[in-house]
């Protein structure tokens, strides 16, 4: 069998329902990161899920609400993973590695639901753009806690809660073009790619967590 080709689990019975659900979500994931939305039918979604169709739609109801289920789904185990891999007791630096190395795991073991969370959902808009932005929002808000945190511990004045946002909204927007940047290239290990994150943004946020700041050069008269 190729390996974009689906798998199909053959026509289950008589299931939990959130086993049944799962079953229902993971068919649909699998069916949307390889077709996109649009050319996702729930044909296709029914017969990888091995259910039928009527059924399918009773359970989680049009395409257009079971796109959302799985994408607040997604989300949400990603941020699980994140936060579970952070490292409260460290230093900063290695709380945010830890992250990082976090977040670039999940997408590399979860290639199909970066597809739909990122690629797909981003390229919808409309009714999904609510969902994309509350990921985000979460995300940003994580980063943020950390960075205020960080500031904290040294001997210089706390980031404001304004000042934190910008920089942590700046990180994710990174870490989320770096991870559809990987998407194309997975043959780069996912440790490397978290190290290259790293470097770009730690140089930066250590410097200001430490309170050195870059100014630009004063205008000659």
Known sequence: MQPDQPVRTGRAKRLPRAVRERQIMDAAVDVFSRLGFHAA?????????????????????????????????????MMEAI????????PPDVQLWSGLRAFFGFVGENRASWQVLHRQASSQGGPFAAELAEMRGRAVNLVAALLVHATKTQDVPSASEQEAESLAAALVGAGES??????????????????????????????????NIWHPPSKRP
């Open 41 to 77: 039918s729930m044909d296709e979604i029914s017969e990888v899920a091995g259910i039928s169709k009527p059924m399918l739609y009773a359970y989680l109801g049009s395409k257009e609400e079971l796109f959302a289920t799985c994408i607040r789904r997604e989300a949400t185990v």
């Open 83 to 90: 936060a579970n891999g952070i490292e409260p007791d460290q």
């Open 178 to 211: 770096l991870a559809d940047w990987w998407l194309d290239h997975p043959d780069e290990p996912a440790g490397v790619v978290a190290s290259r994150l790293m470097n770009l943004v730690w140089m930066g946020f250590g410097d200001l967590v430490q309170g």
